[in-house]
Every structure is written in structure tokens, then in C-alpha cells.
């Protein structure tokens, strides 16, 4: 006969959970000690990946401007070097990389060293030091409130490198022309603003300084801008690109290029969005009105497209085509239901490009392929025939075959085509 287990008494169950508890509020700390070391590991080990990167960033603007410190008494290259501080400070700030100071609060980045000289392919030896935060009471007592982290990085100094065949003889590469565009260029913030570069020649580098911010790489790059104050202060940013290429290197600075308005902090405020907000002609974009204020009874919307000053849709969504390349400003004005208005434009909000069609190429192409060619490039007409016999291999044509956009018609040229 199994006789039946014995009950613990109720105090024995109270004991027992009196234990668990208290071996709990022991262990919570320890692992939440665990848990900081952890996110502080782990944020010195993401700094120092960026401060990797951005010892490369530093190493390729000194390869491309080596001679910036080869003749440090020219002007020109004087800004250069100025521009590699700001570029290293804005990069530091962004990762919260504390650089050294000389001791008065001035920040020091540490030129770039050039051991073997100043010619192509000598190396752009880089080396920086950064101090991050750490948050970890217990790691702080050991190592110090911030953790020293440094990185290095070596390019070949690329300054005046040339195009050129075996022997010699090579013509020198033209250097490019810095251009971009900021859409939209103002509004209320926060303003969000997509830059796309529209730079010439070539280029095979893009620094950007966003006024808020830095970027490298030709983008898209997108930016938020915010503006803080009371309503309708305003907030300018500058702009600036820097491209290079073997040939040389190109700026565009645009000083005051963003402005950005601080919104009502009650009543109706007219927010909207679009899409798409760039793209080829003809660009069919849809808006819708974004509502940000609450308690707000909406009566009427009345949308200008194009930024000719004429109203061109109503309601909260409007539709438009633009056919002809080029920027639009659109402005949005609402009213609620105690005749209260506000407005809003922004400028340069839609990014119109010109279509590009290449001429085919239709030697040996059959006469019955001619037109699916034709469109499929982005010609809207239709293709006109010399006489031949049936399905006939076409071997002449009256527009040559590689011509960009034929003038002066464009995507609407016309084209004949024979045996």
C-alpha cells in the first residue's frame, strides 16, 4: 500500500516563497550590472567601428589634397586643410567621438602624415584618437569615466593622378563641376529634404556638409531639419558639396540654402506630402494634406501646384501632371471652421528631370521589330517605313543610332528607316 506524500504545512510554503524572493532581488542587480557592462562593450565597440570609417574618410580627403600640406602658404590650400578640420570635427561629433583639446577646449584633429613625400602613391598615413563615454558605475571606477579608442588608416596620395595610355601621352582628366539640388528647399519643421547630386564631369568623390550634418558618397541623401522658437521664426542651414575626381576637385556653397519655419502651436497648420516628388517628364504626382493639429475642424484646401499663384485643385488631395522638365514650388492653404487660414509653400517640392532617349541602333533589325525598338527606347511616334520586300533587315536610318534626346524634337523625333 503507497501511502499518500505529506502536505508542507502553509508557514513551510510562505517560507519557501519568502526565499525565492529574496534570492531574486540578489540577483537583479548583478544582472543589471551585466546588462550595462554589456550596452557599454558594446557602444565603445560601435564607436570604434565609426572612428574606423572615419579614419578612412580622413585618409582619402588628405590623398586627394596631399599638396593642401606640401604648400602650407597658399591660400587655396589653406582652405583645404580647413575644410579636412571641419569635415573630421562634424564626423566626431555625429558618433560622439570626444577628439583632444589643447587644454583651452579647442579641438585638435590631428593632421594627416605624409612619410613618404607628396607624389602619386605615396602613403597618407592617418592615426586618431577618441575618448567615449562610460556609463557603467563599476567600469567606471576601473577604467575612468571615458575609454581612450584609436584607429588608423593608410591611402595612397591620388592628387594629379592623369588618364593615360602605355608610353605617355595620355591627356589629363578635366577636373568636375560640384552641383546639386535640396527638394524642398522650405517649409515648416520638421522639414525633410532629399539632395541630389547633379554634379558634371564625372566625379569619384561627394562630401557633403548639410549644415546639420556631414555625408560622403553621391546619394540620395535625406535630411531632417528642425527649427525650434516661437511661431514663425525661422532657421537657415548651408549647404555645401565638394566633388573630386583625378582631374581635381570642384565646390558648391550655398549659403541660407534651407530654411525651415516654426509651425503655429495651435489653429489650422497646412502640412502636405507628395508622391512621387522627382522623376522624368511627364511626372504625374499625387499631394495629400497631412493633418498634425488635433481638435481642428477642416473646411477647405486649396492647393497651387505649380507656383504660378493660381489655385489648380481642391480638397484634401489633389492630383497634377507636369510636362515639362524643371522645379515646381507648391503651396497648400487650408481654413477651418472659424475662418481661420494658414499656409504653407514649399519651394522647389517637385523635381521635374528631362526624359532621356537614345537613338536605337537598327542595322540588320527586322522591319517588324522596328516599332517595339522604337517605343521600348522612349519614343512616342511611330516609325516610318522606306518600301522592301515582306519582313526586310533594316540597313539604313535617318536619325544616327547613340544620339541623346535628337534636337530639336527630342523624345518626339521622328524616324525612317530602310533596307
Given at each position: 500500500m503507497t501511502l499518500p506524500a505529506?502536505?508542507?504545512?502553509?508557514?513551510?510554503?510562505?517560507?519557501s516563497r519568502g526565499q525565492s524572493l529574496a534570492e531574486f532581488a540578489l540577483v537583479v542587480p548583478v544582472l543589471m550590472l551585466i546588462l550595462l557592462i554589456a550596452v557599454d562593450f558594446g557602444r565603445i565597440y560601435l564607436g570604434y567601428i565609426n572612428l574606423q570609417q572615419m579614419a578612412?574618410?580622413?585618409?582619402?580627403?588628405?590623398?586627394?589634397?596631399?599638396?593642401?600640406?606640401?604648400?602650407?602658404?597658399?591660400?587655396?590650400?589653406?582652405?583645404?586643410?580647413?575644410?579636412?578640420?571641419?569635415?573630421?570635427?562634424?564626423?566626431?561629433?555625429?558618433?560622439?567621438?570626444?577628439?583632444?583639446?589643447?587644454?583651452s577646449g579647442n579641438v585638435q584633429v590631428p593632421d594627416p602624415a605624409?612619410?613618404?613625400?607628396?607624389?602619386?602613391?605615396?602613403?597618407?598615413?592617418?592615426?586618431?584618437?577618441?575618448?567615449?563615454?562610460?556609463?557603467?558605475?563599476?567600469?567606471?571606477?576601473?577604467?575612468?569615466?571615458?575609454?581612450?579608442?584609436?584607429?588608423?588608416?593608410?591611402?595612397?596620395?591620388?592628387?594629379?593622378?592623369?588618364?593615360?595610355?602605355?608610353?605617355?601621352?595620355?591627356?589629363?582628366?578635366?577636373?568636375?563641376?560640384?552641383?546639386?539640388?535640396g527638394s524642398p528647399q522650405t517649409g515648416l519643421s520638421p522639414l525633410e529634404v532629399i539632395f541630389t547630386d547633379l554634379s558634371t564631369g564625372s566625379p569619384t568623390s561627394w562630401t557633403w556638409n548639410f549644415g546639420?550634418?556631414?555625408?560622403?558618397?553621391?546619394?540620395?541623401?535625406?535630411?531632417?531639419?528642425?527649427?525650434?522658437?516661437?511661431?514663425?521664426?525661422?532657421?537657415?542651414f548651408d549647404v555645401r558639396l565638394d566633388v573630386g575626381n583625378a582631374g581635381g576637385f570642384s565646390t558648391k556653397d550655398e549659403s541660407d540654402y534651407i530654411t525651415v519655419t516654426v509651425p503655429p502651436d495651435s489653429g489650422p497648420i497646412a502640412e502636405f506630402e507628395a508622391t512621387p516628388r522627382a522623376g522624368e517628364e511627364p511626372l504625374s504626382v499625387n499631394f495629400a494634406f497631412v493633418e498634425v493639429t488635433t481638435g481642428v475642424t477642416y473646411t477647405d484646401?486649396?492647393?497651387?501646384?505649380?507656383?504660378?499663384?493660381?489655385?489648380?485643385?481642391?480638397?484634401q488631395t489633389?492630383?497634377?501632371?507636369?510636362?515639362?522638365?524643371?522645379?515646381?514650388?507648391?503651396?497648400?492653404?487650408?481654413?477651418?471652421?472659424?475662418?481661420?487660414?494658414?499656409?504653407?509653400?514649399?519651394?522647389?517640392?517637385?523635381v521635374?528631370?528631362?526624359?532621356?532617349?537614345?537613338?536605337?541602333?537598327?542595322?540588320?533589325?527586322?522591319?517588324?521589330?522596328?516599332?517595339?525598338?522604337?517605343?521600348?527606347?522612349?519614343?512616342?511616334?511611330?516609325?516610318?517605313?522606306l518600301g522592301g520586300n515582306g519582313n526586310y533587315a533594316i540597313n539604313q536610318q535617318t536619325l544616327t543610332g547613340g544620339t541623346v534626346n535628337p534636337q530639336p524634337d527630342g523624345c518626339d523625333s521622328q524616324i525612317t528607316v530602310g533596307p
Open positions: 505529506p502536505r508542507r504545512a502553509p508557514d513551510d510554503r510562505e517560507r578612412r574618410v580622413a585618409a582619402g580627403f588628405a590623398a586627394e589634397h596631399a599638396s593642401s600640406w606640401d604648400i602650407p602658404d597658399s591660400p587655396d590650400k589653406a582652405a583645404d586643410r580647413s575644410k579636412y578640420q571641419d569635415l573630421i570635427a562634424n564626423e566626431a561629433a555625429l558618433i560622439n567621438c570626444v577628439l583632444p583639446d589643447d587644454g605624409f612619410p613618404g613625400g607628396f607624389e602619386i602613391g605615396d602613403p597618407v598615413q592617418i592615426q586618431l584618437d577618441c575618448q567615449f563615454g562610460v556609463l557603467t558605475p563599476v567600469i567606471s571606477q576601473i577604467v575612468g569615466d571615458q575609454v581612450r579608442v584609436s584607429a588608423s588608416s593608410t591611402y595612397p596620395v591620388k592628387e594629379g593622378a592623369v588618364a593615360s595610355v602605355p608610353g605617355g601621352g595620355g591627356a589629363p582628366v578635366p577636373p568636375p563641376a560640384a552641383d546639386f539640388v546639420n550634418g556631414s555625408a560622403f558618397g553621391q546619394g540620395p541623401h535625406v535630411r531632417t531639419y528642425t527649427c525650434a522658437g516661437a511661431p514663425g521664426d525661422q532657421c537657415t484646401w486649396e492647393w497651387d501646384l505649380d507656383g504660378d499663384g493660381v489655385v489648380d485643385d481642391t480638397g489633389a492630383s497634377h501632371n507636369y510636362p515639362d522638365p524643371g522645379t515646381y514650388d507648391v503651396t497648400l492653404t487650408v481654413t477651418d471652421s472659424t475662418g481661420a487660414t494658414h499656409s504653407q509653400t514649399k519651394e522647389v517640392f517637385i521635374v528631370s528631362e526624359k532621356i532617349c537614345v537613338v536605337p541602333d537598327f542595322a540588320n533589325v527586322r522591319r517588324n521589330s522596328a516599332q517595339g525598338l522604337w517605343s521600348g527606347a522612349g519614343f512616342t511616334t511611330t516609325v516610318n517605313f
